[in-house]
């Protein structure tokens, strides 16, 4: 078939206008992807992106963040660090576009390097409202933890009360604070302890005093220094397990608490094949030190938490309840626990409250919570209860801004392999699966040839 010299010159015009097309449709996506972006990770843990406390952090800060990286072009044991540090740092100006980083080599500019005080290649200079702190390490969760501690207008001293036996928050026992403790530090809070019974009272720069479950009776001078330093409008967290209140019960009538006996038993965490005395909450009430708090929470051998209705001097708010479908256990626990509905009180059970009020001019915040279990190192990194305390903590010491998601820790991807398996993989997918392609092959040709 000739095609007539018409159907060419349609032929021809149909393939101008799909050329022209094709070129007008490649500039106006080269002039969008210019504008505007987009990315998506894919990767495991979501690791090239910024987890929502950071991200929040970021938002919060005001004014720019300087990056100083000193390092060369190349490291001979680090590679092309600078590309490394680039992308790392690049997933922070994608939230907060200010964030300037620049590049010092150490080798051309050894001065500059000593000046400030550079102790390793790829060790960053990370400077924020003239306060300035070292980074050696491209982790989210230090990064972060670094500027948030640059970010807090002034230090803040948290007290833990000591020598009655209460969990220490440096402590590496399983019923101590050890991992909140290093925590508190990384955000830049100062942590002690403070013995009452050998000093004249809580010291004037305590933002928070902290009560952790104390095994052996407060001195009455104790007692009346902390309700002294209550009195002047100090910022208290009482964590009660359910052992005797250890002559605190002075405080507890003056925080108008009422501390029923008994333990939360939740059904839900024995259908998680957990102990009924691990209660699992995700109902919070509507409260600033619980803004944005979504993640669910355990709490071990938990008391109810309730507060008088004729104390008007408190404000009264529930935090967290527990054992939506449980109950408190007012008997024994033993090997089956069952609820008896002329003895235990039906769930839910609020197991945290806060109280506040306002004296002499300053806003006082008292957080009681009825386990310092979920605090210790043995359960602390169950679901969210780091999480939570934090939160607890920042709102108690007056850092509202800081009451967010904290930065998770990424979860390691890395796929260690032991020689066996290295060996096993080697053979059968390089010797093995090659080597039967092959002989299929050669069968197949020789049938065809035959």
């Known amino acids: 078939m000739i095609a007539s010299r018409r159907l060419r010159l349609q032929l021809f015009a149909q393939n101008a206008v799909f050329a022209l097309l094709l070129v007008v449709a490649a500039v106006l996506l080269a002039h969008f992807a210019q504008q505007y972006s987009k990315q998506w990770d894919l990767t495991q843990n979501a690791r090239n992106t910024l987890s929502e406390g950071s991200q929040q952090l970021l938002k919060q800060l005001k004014g720019p963040v300087t990056v100083t990286a000193y390092v060369g072009d190349r490291d001979p044991n680090l590679g092309d660090i600078r590309r490394q540090i ?66 807090r207008n002034q230090e803040r001293m ?114 998680l094949r957990q102990p009924g005395t691990l209660s699992i909450s995700s109902a919070y009430g509507q409260h600033p030190a619980m803004r944005g708090f979504t993640l669910t ?29 449980g109950w408190l256990e007012t008997s024994p626990l033993g090997d089956s626990v069952a609820f008896d509905k002329n003895r235990d009180m039906p769930g839910p059970v609020t197991v945290a409250v806060a109280l506040e009020r306002d004296v002499d001019g ?12 979920f605090l210790s190192n043995a359960s602390v990194g169950l679901l969210g209860n780091l999480d939570l305390g934090m939160n607890l903590v920042n709102w108690l010491a007056g850092d509202d801004s800081m009451v ?36 299929t092959g050669v069968m197949n040709w020789w049938r065809r040839r035959s």
Not at 193 to 215: C, G, H, K
């Open 86 to 151: 680039a992308d790392f740092v690049a997933r922070y100006q994608r939230v907060k576009p200010d964030i300037a980083l620049a590049f010092i080599d150490p080798r051309e500019q050894p001065k500059l390097a000593k000046e400030a005080n550079v102790q390793v290649p790829g060790e960053m200079v990370i400077e924020y409202q003239g306060r300035k702190e070292h980074l050696t390490a491209l982790d989210e969760q230090a990064l972060t933890s670094m500027l948030t501690r640059l970010s």
């Open 362 to 373: 300053r806003h006082q915040r008292v957080v009681v919570v009825g386990t310092g279990h």
């Open 158 to 271: 948290v007290m833990f009360l000591d020598g009655h036996g209460e969990r220490k928050p440096d402590g590496i026992a399983n019923h101590d604070l050890g991992t909140l403790g290093k925590r508190l530090a990384a955000a830049g809070i100062r942590i002690n302890t403070l013995r009452l019974a050998e000093v004249q009272d809580v010291p004037a720069n305590t933002a928070l005093l902290v009560i952790a479950a104390p095994q052996v009776d407060l001195l009455p001078v104790e007692v009346s220094r902390i309700r002294g330093f209550l009195d002047r409008g100090g910022n208290l967290l009482w964590l009660i397990d359910q052992e005797p209140l250890r002559g605190l019960q002075p405080i507890a009538d003056f925080l108008g608490l009422q501390l029923s006996p008994g333990i939360a038993v939740d059904p839900a965490a024995q259908a």
């Open 297 to 325: 929470t355990a709490f071990p051998f938990a008391r109810r938490i309730a507060h008088a209705e004729e104390n008007k001097t408190w404000r009264y708010t529930p935090l967290v309840e527990v054992a939506q479908t």
């Open 404 to 439: 967010a998601v904290q930065p998770r820790a990424l979860v390691d991807g890395n796929l260690q392999l032991t020689r066996s398996s290295l060996i096993f993989i080697a053979l059968f997918f390089l010797i093995a699966l090659p080597g039967f392609f092959l002989f």
